[in-house]
Protein backbone atom coordinates (compact mmCIF):
# COMPACT_ATOMS: atom_id res chain seq x y z
CA UNK A 1 0.00 0.00 0.00
CA UNK A 2 1.74 2.61 -1.20
CA UNK A 3 -0.47 5.84 -1.23
CA UNK A 4 1.92 8.46 -2.49
CA UNK A 5 4.17 9.05 -6.09
CA UNK A 6 7.00 8.81 -3.78
CA UNK A 7 7.13 4.99 -3.16
CA UNK A 8 8.85 3.42 -0.44
CA UNK A 9 11.33 0.11 -1.22
CA UNK A 10 11.26 -0.68 2.08
CA UNK A 11 8.15 -3.27 2.84
CA UNK A 12 10.95 -6.40 3.05
CA UNK A 13 12.65 -4.43 5.81
CA UNK A 14 8.79 -4.44 7.89
CA UNK A 15 7.81 -7.80 6.49
CA UNK A 16 11.47 -9.36 8.03
CA UNK A 17 10.31 -7.30 11.62
CA UNK A 18 7.02 -9.19 11.49
CA UNK A 19 8.38 -12.21 10.37
CA UNK A 20 11.52 -12.37 13.70
CA UNK A 21 8.81 -10.83 15.72
CA UNK A 22 6.35 -14.31 15.15
CA UNK A 23 8.69 -16.40 14.78
CA UNK A 24 10.52 -15.60 18.20
CA UNK A 25 6.92 -15.93 20.12
CA UNK A 26 5.64 -18.86 18.20
CA UNK A 27 8.30 -20.90 18.69
CA UNK A 28 8.49 -23.55 21.47
CA UNK A 29 11.34 -23.16 24.13
CA UNK A 30 12.24 -26.44 23.26
CA UNK A 31 12.75 -26.02 19.75
CA UNK A 32 14.73 -22.64 20.54
CA UNK A 33 17.00 -24.25 22.99
CA UNK A 34 17.96 -26.52 20.41
CA UNK A 35 18.73 -24.15 16.75
CA UNK A 36 20.90 -21.32 17.67
CA UNK A 37 23.95 -22.71 16.58
CA UNK A 38 26.17 -19.37 16.05
CA UNK A 39 26.08 -18.01 19.42
CA UNK A 40 23.92 -18.32 22.43
CA UNK A 41 20.44 -16.64 22.36
CA UNK A 42 19.94 -13.55 25.49
CA UNK A 43 17.95 -14.81 28.49
CA UNK A 44 14.69 -12.99 27.26
CA UNK A 45 14.49 -14.65 23.53
CA UNK A 46 14.01 -17.84 25.58
CA UNK A 47 11.09 -16.49 27.68
CA UNK A 48 9.06 -15.11 24.92
CA UNK A 49 5.85 -17.13 23.95
CA UNK A 50 2.56 -16.24 23.11
CA UNK A 51 -0.32 -17.57 21.38
CA UNK A 52 -0.87 -16.42 17.43
CA UNK A 53 -3.32 -13.20 17.41
CA UNK A 54 -1.10 -12.18 20.00
CA UNK A 55 1.80 -12.38 17.54
CA UNK A 56 0.65 -11.08 14.67
CA UNK A 57 -0.58 -7.97 16.52
CA UNK A 58 2.75 -7.38 18.08
CA UNK A 59 4.16 -7.62 14.87
CA UNK A 60 2.21 -4.61 13.34
CA UNK A 61 2.96 -3.10 16.30
CA UNK A 62 6.45 -3.06 16.00
CA UNK A 63 6.39 -2.47 12.12
CA UNK A 64 4.05 0.38 12.75
CA UNK A 65 6.93 1.57 15.58
CA UNK A 66 9.69 1.50 13.46
CA UNK A 67 8.23 3.20 10.32
CA UNK A 68 7.07 6.26 13.23
CA UNK A 69 10.37 5.79 14.24
CA UNK A 70 12.23 6.21 10.84
CA UNK A 71 9.54 8.53 9.08
CA UNK A 72 11.20 11.68 10.64
CA UNK A 73 14.50 10.79 8.50
CA UNK A 74 12.92 9.54 5.74
CA UNK A 75 10.41 12.23 5.08
CA UNK A 76 12.91 14.83 4.77
CA UNK A 77 13.55 13.81 1.33
CA UNK A 78 10.76 13.61 -1.85
CA UNK A 79 10.30 11.23 -4.76
CA UNK A 80 13.36 8.98 -6.01
CA UNK A 81 15.31 9.92 -3.20
CA UNK A 82 12.54 8.74 -0.78
CA UNK A 83 12.75 5.05 -2.79
CA UNK A 84 16.57 5.59 -2.62
CA UNK A 85 16.49 6.21 1.63
CA UNK A 86 14.08 3.34 1.99
CA UNK A 87 15.68 1.02 -0.02
CA UNK A 88 19.14 1.27 2.19
CA UNK A 89 17.03 0.88 5.56
CA UNK A 90 15.46 -2.11 4.10
CA UNK A 91 18.84 -3.30 3.30
CA UNK A 92 20.53 -2.48 6.83
CA UNK A 93 17.54 -4.27 8.49
CA UNK A 94 18.67 -7.39 6.35
CA UNK A 95 22.47 -6.94 7.55
CA UNK A 96 20.91 -6.19 11.43
CA UNK A 97 19.14 -9.63 11.03
CA UNK A 98 22.18 -11.66 9.98
CA UNK A 99 24.69 -9.67 12.60
CA UNK A 100 22.58 -10.37 15.28
CA UNK A 101 23.07 -14.05 15.97
CA UNK A 102 21.51 -13.66 19.69
CA UNK A 103 17.95 -12.91 18.59
CA UNK A 104 17.88 -13.73 15.19
CA UNK A 105 20.27 -17.23 14.71
CA UNK A 106 22.25 -14.85 12.22
CA UNK A 107 21.92 -16.56 8.30
CA UNK A 108 21.41 -19.62 9.44
CA UNK A 109 17.19 -18.17 10.82
CA UNK A 110 14.49 -19.78 12.53
CA UNK A 111 13.29 -23.04 12.32
CA UNK A 112 10.43 -24.86 13.78
CA UNK A 113 7.71 -21.88 13.90
CA UNK A 114 4.30 -23.67 14.42
CA UNK A 115 2.60 -23.72 11.46
CA UNK A 116 -0.42 -21.85 12.31
CA UNK A 117 -1.17 -20.22 9.18
CA UNK A 118 -3.78 -21.28 6.46
CA UNK A 119 -6.01 -20.26 3.92
CA UNK A 120 -8.69 -19.01 6.17
CA UNK A 121 -6.38 -17.28 8.26
CA UNK A 122 -4.40 -15.33 5.53
CA UNK A 123 -7.55 -14.73 3.62
CA UNK A 124 -9.54 -13.56 6.71
CA UNK A 125 -6.48 -10.95 7.41
CA UNK A 126 -6.74 -9.82 4.15
CA UNK A 127 -10.13 -9.29 3.78
CA UNK A 128 -9.88 -7.28 7.25
CA UNK A 129 -6.96 -5.71 5.85
CA UNK A 130 -8.62 -4.04 3.20
CA UNK A 131 -11.71 -3.07 4.74
CA UNK A 132 -9.52 -1.13 7.46
CA UNK A 133 -7.71 0.35 4.78
CA UNK A 134 -10.85 1.32 3.24
CA UNK A 135 -12.05 2.95 6.65
CA UNK A 136 -8.80 5.04 6.40
CA UNK A 137 -9.10 6.28 2.84
CA UNK A 138 -12.83 7.18 3.41
CA UNK A 139 -11.74 9.45 6.43
CA UNK A 140 -10.52 12.44 6.97
CA UNK A 141 -6.52 10.94 6.92
CA UNK A 142 -7.55 9.15 3.74
CA UNK A 143 -8.64 12.89 2.22
CA UNK A 144 -5.67 14.05 3.00
CA UNK A 145 -3.66 11.06 1.78
CA UNK A 146 -4.92 11.62 -1.28
CA UNK A 147 -4.64 15.03 -1.74
CA UNK A 148 -0.65 14.75 -0.46
CA UNK A 149 -0.64 11.97 -3.12
CA UNK A 150 -2.37 13.99 -5.83
CA UNK A 151 -0.22 17.04 -5.39
CA UNK A 152 1.93 17.58 -2.67
CA UNK A 153 2.81 21.50 -3.18
CA UNK A 154 -1.04 21.95 -3.67
CA UNK A 155 -1.89 19.76 -0.16
CA UNK A 156 0.51 22.24 1.71
CA UNK A 157 -0.94 25.40 0.38
CA UNK A 158 -4.44 24.17 1.78
CA UNK A 159 -3.04 23.61 4.89
CA UNK A 160 -2.57 19.72 5.26
CA UNK A 161 -0.26 18.57 7.68
CA UNK A 162 1.63 16.64 4.76
CA UNK A 163 3.92 14.72 7.04
CA UNK A 164 1.05 13.78 9.22
CA UNK A 165 -0.43 12.06 6.28
CA UNK A 166 2.70 10.76 5.06
CA UNK A 167 3.36 9.14 8.34
CA UNK A 168 -0.10 7.49 9.10
CA UNK A 169 0.16 6.13 5.52
CA UNK A 170 4.06 5.00 5.69
CA UNK A 171 3.00 3.67 9.44
CA UNK A 172 -0.92 1.67 8.25
CA UNK A 173 1.62 0.34 5.64
CA UNK A 174 3.89 -0.93 7.87
CA UNK A 175 1.68 -2.44 10.27
CA UNK A 176 -0.03 -4.80 7.71
CA UNK A 177 3.54 -5.24 6.20
CA UNK A 178 4.64 -6.49 9.65
CA UNK A 179 1.62 -8.95 10.25
CA UNK A 180 1.67 -10.37 6.67
CA UNK A 181 5.64 -10.82 7.37
CA UNK A 182 3.91 -13.03 10.75
CA UNK A 183 1.50 -14.77 8.77
CA UNK A 184 4.42 -15.32 6.80
CA UNK A 185 6.71 -17.14 8.99
CA UNK A 186 3.86 -19.22 10.31
CA UNK A 187 3.02 -20.32 7.02
CA UNK A 188 6.80 -21.37 5.81
CA UNK A 189 7.74 -22.34 8.99
CA UNK A 190 11.25 -20.83 8.59
CA UNK A 191 12.74 -18.25 7.87
CA UNK A 192 16.47 -16.65 7.36
CA UNK A 193 17.28 -13.15 6.43
CA UNK A 194 17.97 -13.94 2.65
CA UNK A 195 14.41 -13.88 2.21
CA UNK A 196 13.68 -10.46 2.95
CA UNK A 197 16.27 -9.72 0.34
CA UNK A 198 15.44 -6.94 -2.33
CA UNK A 199 13.60 -9.44 -4.60
CA UNK A 200 11.12 -10.09 -1.98
CA UNK A 201 10.32 -5.46 -2.39
CA UNK A 202 10.60 -5.54 -6.26
CA UNK A 203 7.97 -8.38 -6.19
CA UNK A 204 5.37 -6.22 -4.52
CA UNK A 205 5.96 -3.46 -6.28
CA UNK A 206 5.51 -5.08 -9.79
CA UNK A 207 2.27 -6.11 -8.02
CA UNK A 208 0.96 -2.80 -6.58
CA UNK A 209 2.39 -0.54 -10.00
CA UNK A 210 0.82 -3.17 -12.22
CA UNK A 211 -2.48 -3.07 -10.23
CA UNK A 212 -2.19 0.45 -10.45
CA UNK A 213 -0.64 2.69 -7.84
CA UNK A 214 -2.48 4.57 -5.06
CA UNK A 215 -5.43 1.60 -5.52
CA UNK A 216 -6.39 -0.47 -2.78
CA UNK A 217 -8.77 -2.92 -5.35
CA UNK A 218 -5.60 -2.63 -7.95
CA UNK A 219 -3.53 -4.04 -5.37
CA UNK A 220 -5.69 -7.23 -4.79
CA UNK A 221 -5.89 -7.71 -8.18
CA UNK A 222 -2.09 -7.19 -8.62
CA UNK A 223 -1.89 -10.00 -6.36
CA UNK A 224 -3.66 -11.78 -7.68
CA UNK A 225 -2.29 -11.96 -11.37
CA UNK A 226 1.19 -11.98 -10.36
CA UNK A 227 1.26 -14.69 -7.68
CA UNK A 228 -1.21 -16.60 -9.69
CA UNK A 229 0.69 -15.98 -12.98
CA UNK A 230 3.75 -17.26 -11.56
CA UNK A 231 2.48 -20.18 -9.98
CA UNK A 232 0.19 -21.19 -13.38
CA UNK A 233 4.13 -20.81 -15.00
CA UNK A 234 5.64 -23.56 -12.69
CA UNK A 235 4.62 -25.94 -16.17
CA UNK A 236 7.72 -24.08 -17.68
CA UNK A 237 10.49 -25.20 -15.12
CA UNK A 238 9.47 -28.82 -15.97
CA UNK A 239 10.71 -30.81 -19.13
CA UNK A 240 8.26 -29.86 -21.89
CA UNK A 241 8.24 -31.67 -24.96
CA UNK A 242 8.59 -29.10 -27.80
CA UNK A 243 7.54 -29.86 -30.89
CA UNK A 244 9.24 -32.93 -30.53
CA UNK A 245 12.36 -32.23 -28.80
CA UNK A 246 12.61 -33.13 -25.55
CA UNK A 247 13.76 -29.94 -23.28
CA UNK A 248 15.11 -31.17 -19.99
CA UNK A 249 14.23 -29.55 -16.80
CA UNK A 250 14.63 -26.19 -16.51
CA UNK A 251 14.48 -24.70 -13.03
CA UNK A 252 14.11 -21.00 -13.06
CA UNK A 253 13.15 -20.26 -16.86
CA UNK A 254 9.48 -19.31 -15.40
CA UNK A 255 11.02 -16.55 -14.21
CA UNK A 256 12.94 -15.75 -17.40
CA UNK A 257 9.47 -15.77 -19.06
CA UNK A 258 7.75 -13.78 -16.22
CA UNK A 259 10.15 -10.58 -16.55
CA UNK A 260 9.81 -10.56 -20.57
CA UNK A 261 6.15 -10.50 -20.12
CA UNK A 262 6.73 -7.76 -17.77
CA UNK A 263 8.87 -6.03 -20.16
CA UNK A 264 6.84 -6.48 -22.96
CA UNK A 265 3.56 -5.77 -21.34
CA UNK A 266 4.91 -2.31 -20.08
CA UNK A 267 6.52 -1.56 -23.22
CA UNK A 268 3.80 -2.13 -25.75
CA UNK A 269 0.33 -2.61 -23.81
CA UNK A 270 0.68 1.01 -22.12
CA UNK B 1 48.66 -0.46 12.55
CA UNK B 2 52.18 0.48 11.22
CA UNK B 3 52.50 2.67 8.16
CA UNK B 4 52.94 0.56 5.61
CA UNK B 5 49.92 -1.43 6.44
CA UNK B 6 47.87 1.53 6.39
CA UNK B 7 49.04 2.32 2.83
CA UNK B 8 48.17 -0.97 2.26
CA UNK B 9 45.00 -0.75 3.44
CA UNK B 10 44.55 2.18 1.13
CA UNK B 11 45.87 0.91 -1.69
CA UNK B 12 43.36 -1.53 -1.37
CA UNK B 13 40.44 0.81 -1.08
CA UNK B 14 41.76 2.82 -4.15
CA UNK B 15 41.42 -0.39 -6.24
CA UNK B 16 37.51 -1.25 -4.51
CA UNK B 17 36.53 2.35 -5.15
CA UNK B 18 37.90 2.91 -8.80
CA UNK B 19 35.66 -0.57 -9.46
CA UNK B 20 32.41 1.08 -7.95
CA UNK B 21 33.01 4.58 -9.63
CA UNK B 22 33.19 2.66 -12.96
CA UNK B 23 30.12 1.13 -12.39
CA UNK B 24 28.41 4.10 -10.73
CA UNK B 25 29.40 6.30 -13.71
CA UNK B 26 26.49 4.08 -16.07
CA UNK B 27 23.86 4.94 -13.48
CA UNK B 28 24.55 8.68 -12.88
CA UNK B 29 24.57 9.24 -16.63
CA UNK B 30 21.33 7.66 -17.16
CA UNK B 31 19.97 8.76 -14.24
CA UNK B 32 21.07 12.71 -15.59
CA UNK B 33 19.41 11.87 -18.99
CA UNK B 34 16.80 9.81 -18.22
CA UNK B 35 15.87 9.93 -14.35
CA UNK B 36 15.80 6.36 -14.48
CA UNK B 37 17.39 4.44 -10.94
CA UNK B 38 18.44 1.63 -13.52
CA UNK B 39 18.23 -1.24 -11.59
CA UNK B 40 19.68 -3.47 -14.41
CA UNK B 41 22.81 -2.17 -14.33
CA UNK B 42 24.35 -3.92 -11.74
CA UNK B 43 23.29 -6.73 -14.25
CA UNK B 44 25.05 -5.50 -17.33
CA UNK B 45 28.02 -5.65 -14.83
CA UNK B 46 27.62 -9.19 -14.43
CA UNK B 47 26.99 -9.91 -17.89
CA UNK B 48 30.49 -8.12 -19.11
CA UNK B 49 31.96 -10.45 -16.32
CA UNK B 50 30.35 -13.44 -17.95
CA UNK B 51 31.41 -12.32 -21.38
CA UNK B 52 35.17 -12.08 -20.36
CA UNK B 53 34.95 -15.52 -18.82
CA UNK B 54 33.44 -16.91 -22.32
CA UNK B 55 35.67 -15.12 -24.24
CA UNK B 56 38.91 -16.56 -22.46
CA UNK B 57 38.01 -20.09 -21.50
CA UNK B 58 35.34 -20.66 -24.34
CA UNK B 59 37.18 -18.41 -27.43
CA UNK B 60 40.46 -18.80 -25.82
CA UNK B 61 41.07 -14.93 -26.63
CA UNK B 62 43.62 -13.48 -25.13
CA UNK B 63 42.79 -11.12 -21.61
CA UNK B 64 42.69 -8.03 -23.61
CA UNK B 65 40.41 -9.51 -26.40
CA UNK B 66 38.56 -10.73 -24.14
CA UNK B 67 37.78 -7.03 -22.38
CA UNK B 68 37.17 -5.45 -25.89
CA UNK B 69 34.76 -8.34 -26.41
CA UNK B 70 33.07 -7.34 -23.14
CA UNK B 71 32.87 -3.91 -23.64
CA UNK B 72 31.38 -4.58 -27.19
CA UNK B 73 28.95 -6.84 -25.57
CA UNK B 74 27.73 -4.90 -23.09
CA UNK B 75 27.25 -1.72 -24.66
CA UNK B 76 25.22 -3.38 -27.39
CA UNK B 77 23.05 -4.86 -24.31
CA UNK B 78 22.76 -1.97 -22.84
CA UNK B 79 21.81 -0.46 -25.99
CA UNK B 80 19.51 -3.12 -26.78
CA UNK B 81 18.12 -3.27 -23.26
CA UNK B 82 16.94 0.90 -23.94
CA UNK B 83 16.08 0.12 -27.36
CA UNK B 84 13.14 -2.73 -26.08
CA UNK B 85 12.58 -1.75 -22.77
CA UNK B 86 12.82 1.76 -22.26
CA UNK B 87 12.54 3.55 -25.67
CA UNK B 88 8.21 2.97 -25.63
CA UNK B 89 8.45 4.63 -22.51
CA UNK B 90 9.35 7.53 -23.04
CA UNK B 91 6.23 9.34 -22.48
CA UNK B 92 4.41 6.98 -20.01
CA UNK B 93 5.11 7.54 -15.50
CA UNK B 94 8.51 7.51 -14.50
CA UNK B 95 7.38 4.60 -12.54
CA UNK B 96 6.63 2.06 -15.44
CA UNK B 97 10.28 2.74 -16.47
CA UNK B 98 11.29 1.64 -13.08
CA UNK B 99 9.43 -1.74 -13.42
CA UNK B 100 10.66 -2.28 -16.87
CA UNK B 101 14.33 -1.66 -15.48
CA UNK B 102 13.85 -4.26 -12.86
CA UNK B 103 12.00 -6.89 -15.76
CA UNK B 104 15.56 -6.16 -17.38
CA UNK B 105 16.93 -6.99 -14.11
CA UNK B 106 14.95 -9.95 -13.85
CA UNK B 107 15.61 -11.37 -17.10
CA UNK B 108 19.45 -11.02 -16.99
CA UNK B 109 19.86 -12.85 -13.73
CA UNK B 110 17.16 -15.40 -14.50
CA UNK B 111 18.23 -16.17 -18.06
CA UNK B 112 22.29 -16.53 -17.00
CA UNK B 113 20.85 -18.66 -14.21
CA UNK B 114 18.96 -21.06 -16.01
CA UNK B 115 21.35 -20.81 -19.13
CA UNK B 116 24.83 -21.26 -17.19
CA UNK B 117 24.21 -22.45 -13.88
CA UNK B 118 23.82 -20.73 -10.42
CA UNK B 119 27.38 -22.22 -9.21
CA UNK B 120 30.23 -19.55 -9.10
CA UNK B 121 33.17 -20.23 -12.20
CA UNK B 122 36.44 -19.71 -11.75
CA UNK B 123 37.38 -16.89 -13.53
CA UNK B 124 40.80 -17.31 -15.53
CA UNK B 125 42.91 -14.61 -14.14
CA UNK B 126 46.01 -13.79 -16.58
CA UNK B 127 49.04 -14.21 -14.66
CA UNK B 128 50.80 -10.82 -15.39
CA UNK B 129 47.87 -9.52 -13.42
CA UNK B 130 48.90 -12.00 -10.47
CA UNK B 131 52.88 -10.56 -10.43
CA UNK B 132 52.95 -8.63 -6.79
CA UNK B 133 55.26 -5.40 -7.44
CA UNK B 134 56.46 -3.40 -5.21
CA UNK B 135 56.29 -0.09 -5.05
CA UNK B 136 57.73 2.29 -2.41
CA UNK B 137 57.76 -0.82 -0.25
CA UNK B 138 54.09 -1.83 -0.57
CA UNK B 139 53.61 -5.15 -1.96
CA UNK B 140 50.50 -5.32 -4.19
CA UNK B 141 49.13 -7.41 -7.00
CA UNK B 142 49.40 -6.07 -10.75
CA UNK B 143 45.79 -5.91 -10.73
CA UNK B 144 45.72 -3.52 -8.07
CA UNK B 145 47.71 -0.87 -9.85
CA UNK B 146 45.81 -1.72 -13.57
CA UNK B 147 42.73 -1.23 -11.93
CA UNK B 148 43.15 2.55 -11.16
CA UNK B 149 44.94 3.54 -13.42
CA UNK B 150 42.67 2.09 -16.30
CA UNK B 151 39.67 3.91 -14.36
CA UNK B 152 41.33 6.92 -14.60
CA UNK B 153 41.85 6.31 -18.32
CA UNK B 154 38.22 5.59 -19.20
CA UNK B 155 37.25 8.66 -16.73
CA UNK B 156 38.91 11.16 -18.66
CA UNK B 157 37.55 9.65 -22.03
CA UNK B 158 34.11 10.73 -20.36
CA UNK B 159 34.63 13.72 -19.67
CA UNK B 160 36.53 14.51 -23.03
CA UNK B 161 33.34 12.52 -24.59
CA UNK B 162 31.25 14.28 -22.42
CA UNK B 163 32.39 18.14 -22.83
CA UNK B 164 34.80 18.49 -26.02
CA UNK B 165 32.38 16.22 -28.31
CA UNK B 166 29.51 16.98 -30.16
CA UNK B 167 27.57 14.30 -28.86
CA UNK B 168 28.50 15.39 -25.22
CA UNK B 169 27.40 18.25 -25.35
CA UNK B 170 23.65 16.65 -26.94
CA UNK B 171 23.86 14.04 -23.98
CA UNK B 172 24.62 17.52 -21.42
CA UNK B 173 21.66 19.42 -23.22
CA UNK B 174 19.39 16.47 -22.79
CA UNK B 175 19.89 15.91 -19.15
CA UNK B 176 19.00 20.03 -18.96
CA UNK B 177 15.99 19.90 -20.91
CA UNK B 178 14.91 17.03 -22.92
CA UNK B 179 11.97 19.65 -24.63
CA UNK B 180 14.66 21.94 -25.82
CA UNK B 181 17.07 19.13 -27.44
CA UNK B 182 14.08 18.10 -29.73
CA UNK B 183 13.85 21.62 -30.59
CA UNK B 184 17.39 22.03 -31.69
CA UNK B 185 16.89 18.83 -33.93
CA UNK B 186 18.84 16.51 -32.04
CA UNK B 187 17.54 13.00 -32.26
CA UNK B 188 16.99 12.46 -28.11
CA UNK B 189 16.73 8.97 -28.89
CA UNK B 190 19.63 8.00 -30.34
CA UNK B 191 21.51 9.88 -27.79
CA UNK B 192 19.62 8.30 -24.66
CA UNK B 193 20.84 5.03 -26.55
CA UNK B 194 24.33 6.67 -26.55
CA UNK B 195 24.76 7.03 -22.92
CA UNK B 196 23.46 3.76 -22.61
CA UNK B 197 26.17 2.26 -24.10
CA UNK B 198 28.96 4.09 -22.36
CA UNK B 199 28.01 3.48 -19.31
CA UNK B 200 27.39 -0.41 -19.47
CA UNK B 201 30.59 -0.27 -21.64
CA UNK B 202 32.20 1.14 -18.20
CA UNK B 203 30.10 -1.52 -16.33
CA UNK B 204 31.97 -4.39 -18.42
CA UNK B 205 35.47 -2.81 -17.80
CA UNK B 206 33.98 -2.78 -13.66
CA UNK B 207 32.41 -6.22 -14.01
CA UNK B 208 35.62 -8.06 -15.54
CA UNK B 209 37.76 -6.08 -13.04
CA UNK B 210 35.45 -7.73 -10.47
CA UNK B 211 36.08 -11.12 -11.43
CA UNK B 212 39.48 -10.79 -11.50
CA UNK B 213 39.42 -9.65 -7.62
CA UNK B 214 37.39 -12.15 -6.45
CA UNK B 215 38.11 -14.79 -9.13
CA UNK B 216 34.82 -15.62 -10.00
CA UNK B 217 31.77 -14.94 -11.96
CA UNK B 218 28.13 -15.60 -11.31
CA UNK B 219 24.61 -14.28 -12.24
CA UNK B 220 24.25 -12.80 -9.11
CA UNK B 221 27.22 -10.63 -8.71
CA UNK B 222 26.08 -7.49 -10.09
CA UNK B 223 22.77 -6.98 -7.73
CA UNK B 224 24.76 -5.92 -4.37
CA UNK B 225 27.55 -4.44 -6.05
CA UNK B 226 24.88 -2.34 -8.32
CA UNK B 227 23.34 -0.92 -5.84
CA UNK B 228 26.19 -0.19 -3.58
CA UNK B 229 27.59 1.29 -7.03
CA UNK B 230 24.57 3.33 -6.79
CA UNK B 231 24.44 4.37 -3.64
CA UNK B 232 28.31 5.92 -4.64
CA UNK B 233 26.71 7.56 -7.19
CA UNK B 234 24.02 9.40 -4.98
CA UNK B 235 26.49 9.93 -2.29
CA UNK B 236 28.78 11.39 -4.86
CA UNK B 237 25.97 13.84 -6.26
CA UNK B 238 23.88 11.74 -9.09
CA UNK B 239 23.97 13.63 -12.62
CA UNK B 240 27.44 14.21 -12.11
CA UNK B 241 30.23 12.13 -13.51
CA UNK B 242 32.98 13.34 -10.87
CA UNK B 243 30.77 13.18 -8.15
CA UNK B 244 30.29 9.03 -9.09
CA UNK B 245 33.49 8.85 -9.33
CA UNK B 246 34.12 10.74 -5.75
CA UNK B 247 31.48 8.37 -4.04
CA UNK B 248 32.33 5.14 -5.22
CA UNK B 249 36.29 6.00 -4.19
CA UNK B 250 34.75 7.36 -0.63
CA UNK B 251 32.74 3.68 -0.43
CA UNK B 252 35.57 1.70 -1.14
CA UNK B 253 37.57 3.26 1.47
CA UNK B 254 35.16 2.82 3.82
CA UNK B 255 34.90 -0.52 3.46
CA UNK B 256 38.53 -1.33 3.02
CA UNK B 257 39.72 0.80 5.82
CA UNK B 258 36.62 0.54 8.40
CA UNK B 259 37.42 -3.34 8.23
CA UNK B 260 40.99 -2.61 8.79
CA UNK B 261 40.88 -0.91 11.73
CA UNK B 262 38.08 -2.58 13.62
CA UNK B 263 37.54 -5.90 12.13
CA UNK B 264 34.80 -6.43 14.23
CA UNK B 265 32.52 -4.76 12.55
CA UNK B 266 32.83 -7.04 9.49
CA UNK B 267 29.62 -8.30 9.14
CA UNK B 268 28.20 -4.95 8.55
CA UNK B 269 30.40 -3.95 5.20
CA UNK B 270 27.84 -4.35 3.11
CA UNK B 271 25.61 -1.87 5.18
CA UNK B 272 28.27 0.85 5.19
CA UNK B 273 27.43 2.22 1.61
CA UNK B 274 23.80 2.73 2.66
CA UNK B 275 24.13 4.24 5.63
CA UNK B 276 26.58 6.65 4.15
CA UNK B 277 23.50 7.12 1.54
CA UNK B 278 20.88 8.02 4.21
CA UNK B 279 23.14 10.23 6.41
CA UNK B 280 24.05 12.33 3.14
CA UNK B 281 20.94 12.45 1.95
CA UNK B 282 19.54 14.03 5.25
CA UNK B 283 22.14 16.53 5.21
CA UNK B 284 23.10 17.59 2.03
CA UNK B 285 19.90 15.96 -0.59
CA UNK B 286 22.32 16.56 -3.43
CA UNK B 287 24.76 14.54 -2.67
CA UNK B 288 28.64 16.04 -1.75
CA UNK B 289 29.46 17.68 -5.58
CA UNK B 290 25.76 18.61 -4.99
CA UNK B 291 24.13 19.24 -8.59
CA UNK B 292 21.33 21.74 -8.02
CA UNK B 293 18.34 19.66 -10.76
CA UNK B 294 17.33 22.34 -11.71
CA UNK B 295 20.58 24.63 -13.21
CA UNK B 296 23.28 22.09 -14.46
CA UNK B 297 24.32 18.45 -15.35
CA UNK B 298 27.56 16.56 -15.16
Not at chain 1, 141 to 160: L, N, Q
Not at chain 2, 193 to 211: C, D, E, H, K, Q
Request: glycine share 10%; proline share 4%; net charge negative.
Amino acid sequence: MVSQVSFSLEPNGFVAIGAYVTALLLISPDAKSYQYAIADPYPFVMTLQSNFVVALLLSGFLAALLALVLSFPVFRVRGDYLAIVTLGFGFIIKILAINHPEVTNGSLGLNDIPEFSNLYWTGGLAIVAVVVVLNIVNSKFGRAMKAVRDDEDAAIAMGVNTFKAKTLAFCTSAFFEGVGGGLLAALLTSISPDLFDFFFTFQLLIIIVLGGLGSTTGAIIGTVLVMGGSEWMRFLDEPMNLFGYETTAMPGMRMVVFSLVLIFYYAFCS
Amino acid sequence: MDLTMFMQQMVNGFSLGSMYALIAIGYTMVYGVLRLINFAHGDIMMVGGFLGFFGMEVLGLPFVAAVLLAIVGAALLGMASDRVAYRPLREAPKISLLITAIGVSFFLENAFNVFFGGVPRAFPVPAYLEVMVEFFGLMMPMSAVIVPIMTAFLLSVILWILFKTKYGMAIRALAFDVGTVNLMGIDANRVITLVFGMGSALAAVGGIFWAVNYPSVEPMMGVLVGLKAFAAAVVGGIGSVGGAVLGGLIIGFTEVVVIAFFPELGGYKDAFAFIFLILILLFKPTGILGIDFEKSRF
